[in-house]
């Protein structure tokens, strides 16, 4: 933690669900503003890329327009979800869309979950907390494009979920960490699984949000976008590395939730819930824009429908994520 993000989550904090998107768009700008200028960008290095050469893991990155960089790991990260919130507060206010007041509430709600952990764990009851300050708000907001392009939703709804998956990867690993170094501590443990629970209802949002156009708009310039000659074949939202990550990270945890507590294992039960909603989502989506007859990109020439496919992937995550019982 530094000084400057704690100025920067001083300035967001305050916003309640009541507040516009508007008022909160506001907010973020001025809280982008107390933070450094991003680092440069970072390369992958020549382990990550044989570690799993078929996800082409910078092809993924570069058409989702994700980039990746190093630097204090705390301000880049509270950069990140701000970055990303900006852009999809300004989208939704200058293009609009169909997204249910529900979906809307889950992003915002995902968002802010991660602002008040931030500063719960880093902030409160340090000298940061007594020295921040945050910035006012801009009065009038500017927003940016009005054409509605359904591949910038796309992206730009990928790019939310994202900085979802990367909260929850920092989220998950506080789980581990408090599991791990005190295992009484189950008011801790409950109260990171709740904020990674809404998390994941956050991330199934997003992806309603990126999808939040026509079947036809999807046709004729989103999937087009992502197969060959403009990218190579097989590509998929699988190759997202910090997907991996987190996977990986539950499946450490796994063993760490049975516990003799039952509000632990019921609350991690109420995160693989909102695990299977998020999967449930993908499927909505992919099945809208014909996935339920098509094959999937990654496996082109195949009978099997993508939705299947997404199927499977679910039933097998969920069941790896589930702890053994006797």
């Keep these: 933690m530094n000084q400057r993000t704690a100025d920067a989550l001083r300035t967001v904090i305050g916003i309640s669900p009541q507040d516009s998107d508007r008022c909160a768009l506001a907010a ?107 910035r006012p708000w801009g009065t009038d907001p500017q927003t940016g494009r009005a054409d509605g392009a359904p591949l910038i939703r796309w992206r730009l709804g990928h790019q939310v979920f994202f900085a979802l998956i990367q909260a929850l990867v920092v989220t998950v690993g506080c789980l581990e960490d408090c599991l791990t170094e005190d295992a009484d501590d189950v008011d801790g443990a409950c109260r990171l699984l709740e904020d990674a629970t809404v998390l994941m209802t956050g991330s199934g949002a997003s992806l309603r949000y990126a999808g939040d156009f026509t079947r036809s708009h999807y046709a004729d310039a989103v999937r087009p976008a992502m197969m060959p000659p403009r990218i190579n074949a097989k590509f998929s939202g699988l190759q997202l590395r910090d997907h991996r990550v987190l996977l990986k990270l539950i499946h450490r945890v796994k063993p760490l939730v049975e516990s003799p507590a039952p509000a632990v294992e019921k609350s991690y039960g109420l995160l693989l819930d909102a695990m299977a909603a998020a999967y449930a989502a993908h499927i909505s989506v992919c099945s809208r824009f014909g996935g339920d007859r098509e094959p999937s990109l990654r496996t082109p020439g195949s009978r099997v429908p993508a939705v299947e496919v997404l199927q499977r992937f679910r039933d097998r995550r969920l069941g790896s994520a589930t702890p053994d019982r006797p």
């Design 28 to 134: 973020v700008g001025a809280a982008l503003g107390c933070l450094a200028p991003p680092a440069a960008a970072a390369r992958y290095t020549d382990a990550e890329r044989k570690n799993l050469p078929e996800d082409l893991y910078e092809e993924h990155d570069l058409f989702f327009g994700a980039i990746r960089v190093t630097g204090n790991p705390v301000e880049t990260f509270t950069r990140t979800m701000l970055e990303a919130l900006r852009s999809q507060l300004d989208d939704a206010l200058s293009v609009g869309g169909s997204l249910s007041s529900g979906d809307r509430a889950q992003l915002r709600d995902a968002f802010w979950t991660t602002f008040h952990l931030l500063w719960r764990i880093g902030v409160a009851g340090t000298p940061f907390e007594y020295a921040a300050r945050g």
